[in-house]
Nanobody, 126 residues
Framework: QVQLVESGGGLVQAGGSLRLSCAAS????????MAWFRQAPGKERAFVAG????????RLEDSVKGRFTISRDNAKNTVYLEMNDLKPEDTAVYYC???????????????????WGQGTQVTVSS
Protein backbone atom coordinates (compact mmCIF):
# COMPACT_ATOMS: atom_id res chain seq x y z
CA GLN A 1 0.00 0.00 0.00
CA VAL A 2 1.03 3.59 -0.65
CA GLN A 3 -0.23 6.74 1.01
CA LEU A 4 0.01 10.12 -0.72
CA VAL A 5 -0.52 13.39 1.13
CA GLU A 6 -0.63 16.70 -0.71
CA SER A 7 0.03 20.10 0.82
CA GLY A 8 0.80 23.64 -0.23
CA GLY A 9 -2.45 24.74 -1.79
CA GLY A 10 -4.07 28.07 -1.05
CA LEU A 11 -5.39 31.35 -2.37
CA VAL A 12 -3.12 33.44 -4.58
CA GLN A 13 -3.53 36.38 -6.92
CA ALA A 14 -3.07 36.01 -10.64
CA GLY A 15 0.61 36.12 -11.51
CA GLY A 16 1.59 34.65 -8.17
CA SER A 17 3.29 31.37 -7.29
CA LEU A 18 2.68 28.29 -5.18
CA ARG A 19 4.59 25.09 -4.56
CA LEU A 20 2.64 21.93 -3.96
CA SER A 21 4.16 18.93 -2.19
CA CYS A 22 3.17 15.29 -2.30
CA ALA A 23 4.65 13.13 0.44
CA ALA A 24 4.59 9.42 -0.30
CA SER A 25 4.79 6.68 2.33
CA UNK A 26 4.43 2.93 2.38
CA UNK A 27 5.60 0.80 -0.54
CA UNK A 28 6.99 3.69 -2.54
CA UNK A 29 9.58 1.41 -4.16
CA UNK A 30 6.73 0.23 -6.38
CA UNK A 31 6.39 3.66 -8.01
CA UNK A 32 7.23 4.00 -11.70
CA UNK A 33 5.67 7.38 -12.46
CA MET A 34 4.27 10.08 -10.21
CA ALA A 35 1.95 12.77 -11.49
CA TRP A 36 -0.18 15.77 -10.65
CA PHE A 37 -3.75 16.04 -11.88
CA ARG A 38 -6.28 18.78 -11.30
CA GLN A 39 -10.04 18.97 -11.25
CA ALA A 40 -11.96 22.21 -11.64
CA PRO A 41 -15.64 22.47 -10.67
CA GLY A 42 -17.81 20.75 -13.26
CA LYS A 43 -14.84 19.35 -15.16
CA GLU A 44 -13.10 16.02 -15.36
CA ARG A 45 -9.83 15.36 -13.59
CA ALA A 46 -7.01 16.19 -15.99
CA PHE A 47 -3.27 15.56 -16.20
CA VAL A 48 -0.99 18.47 -15.33
CA ALA A 49 2.52 17.06 -14.97
CA GLY A 50 4.30 13.78 -14.41
CA UNK A 51 7.73 12.33 -13.87
CA UNK A 52 9.49 9.00 -13.71
CA UNK A 53 10.42 8.10 -10.15
CA UNK A 54 13.91 7.06 -11.27
CA UNK A 55 15.59 9.19 -13.89
CA UNK A 56 14.93 12.60 -15.40
CA UNK A 57 11.90 12.03 -17.59
CA UNK A 58 9.12 14.57 -17.14
CA ARG A 59 5.96 15.44 -19.00
CA LEU A 60 3.88 18.62 -18.84
CA GLU A 61 0.46 19.48 -20.15
CA ASP A 62 0.71 22.15 -22.84
CA SER A 63 -1.10 24.93 -20.95
CA VAL A 64 1.37 24.80 -18.05
CA LYS A 65 4.62 24.51 -20.01
CA GLY A 66 6.92 27.39 -19.12
CA ARG A 67 4.98 28.08 -15.90
CA PHE A 68 4.95 24.80 -13.93
CA THR A 69 7.82 22.53 -12.97
CA ILE A 70 7.60 19.04 -11.52
CA SER A 71 10.44 17.66 -9.47
CA ARG A 72 11.13 15.12 -6.76
CA ASP A 73 13.30 14.44 -3.75
CA ASN A 74 13.79 10.68 -3.60
CA ALA A 75 15.37 10.85 -0.16
CA LYS A 76 12.19 12.46 1.17
CA ASN A 77 9.83 10.45 -1.05
CA THR A 78 8.29 13.74 -2.07
CA VAL A 79 7.17 15.14 -5.40
CA TYR A 80 6.78 18.86 -5.95
CA LEU A 81 4.82 21.02 -8.35
CA GLU A 82 6.23 24.51 -8.63
CA MET A 83 3.58 26.78 -10.14
CA ASN A 84 4.48 30.25 -11.38
CA ASP A 85 2.52 32.95 -13.23
CA LEU A 86 -0.72 31.43 -11.99
CA LYS A 87 -3.92 32.23 -13.85
CA PRO A 88 -7.56 32.08 -12.72
CA GLU A 89 -8.04 29.07 -15.01
CA ASP A 90 -5.51 27.17 -12.88
CA THR A 91 -8.06 27.16 -10.05
CA ALA A 92 -8.80 23.53 -9.14
CA VAL A 93 -8.25 20.79 -6.64
CA TYR A 94 -4.81 19.34 -7.33
CA TYR A 95 -4.20 15.63 -6.80
CA CYS A 96 -1.03 13.61 -6.61
CA UNK A 97 -1.03 10.13 -8.12
CA UNK A 98 1.26 7.11 -8.38
CA UNK A 99 1.50 4.59 -11.20
CA UNK A 100 3.26 1.26 -10.63
CA UNK A 101 3.26 0.16 -14.26
CA UNK A 102 6.21 0.58 -16.59
CA UNK A 103 5.17 2.91 -19.43
CA UNK A 104 7.17 4.98 -21.94
CA UNK A 105 5.77 8.22 -20.51
CA UNK A 106 3.68 9.33 -17.52
CA UNK A 107 0.14 8.46 -18.49
CA UNK A 108 -2.52 11.10 -19.11
CA UNK A 109 -5.27 8.71 -18.01
CA UNK A 110 -6.56 8.75 -14.46
CA UNK A 111 -7.39 5.05 -14.68
CA UNK A 112 -3.72 4.16 -15.10
CA UNK A 113 -2.81 5.42 -11.63
CA UNK A 114 -2.97 3.08 -8.67
CA UNK A 115 -2.91 5.49 -5.74
CA TRP A 116 -4.24 9.00 -5.17
CA GLY A 117 -3.93 11.66 -2.54
CA GLN A 118 -6.87 13.52 -1.03
CA GLY A 119 -6.21 16.68 -3.01
CA THR A 120 -5.31 20.26 -2.17
CA GLN A 121 -7.27 23.32 -3.28
CA VAL A 122 -5.60 25.99 -5.39
CA THR A 123 -7.57 29.18 -5.96
CA VAL A 124 -6.25 31.95 -8.21
CA SER A 125 -8.05 35.28 -7.98
CA SER A 126 -8.09 37.76 -10.85
Amino acid sequence: QVQLVESGGGLVQAGGSLRLSCAASGHTFSAYHMAWFRQAPGKERAFVAGLRWIGSLTRLEDSVKGRFTISRDNAKNTVYLEMNDLKPEDTAVYYCALDRTSRPLPSLRTGDYDYWGQGTQVTVSS
